[in-house]
């Protein structure tokens, strides 16, 4: 990531998740996840994509209203097979 403000922020991220993960905090990982994705978008599609599916997991596995969000973002990116959302 070029923008330092934004690898500032990355590692931000980074460290909360790994707080979130320890705390099985699922909604707080959705969020995390995917705005690791958003920040590192375009320029770095398969990093956006791993955060996208962690992000897509978490949501499923929490009932969260964002996994549809997430799964046309996959589906965008070409990492979903299932039918365009």
């Known amino acids: ?3 330092p403000a934004g690898a500032g922020r990355l590692a931000e991220i980074e460290a909360a998740l790994l707080a ?3 705390a099985r905090d699922g909604p707080a990982l959705v969020g995390l996840y ?3 994705a958003l920040l ?3 320029a770095e599609s398969d990093r956006a994509a791993f955060y996208l599916t962690q992000a897509f997991i978490f949501a499923l596995e929490a009932g969260d ?3 549809e969000e997430l799964r046309a973002r996959l589906h965008a990116l070409g990492r979903e097979d299932g039918p365009a959302p």
């Open 1 to 3: 990531m070029s923008d």
């Open 20 to 22: 979130a993960h320890a």
């Open 34 to 36: 995917r705005e690791a």
């Open 40 to 42: 590192v978008l375009p």
């Open 65 to 67: 209203a964002r996994a």
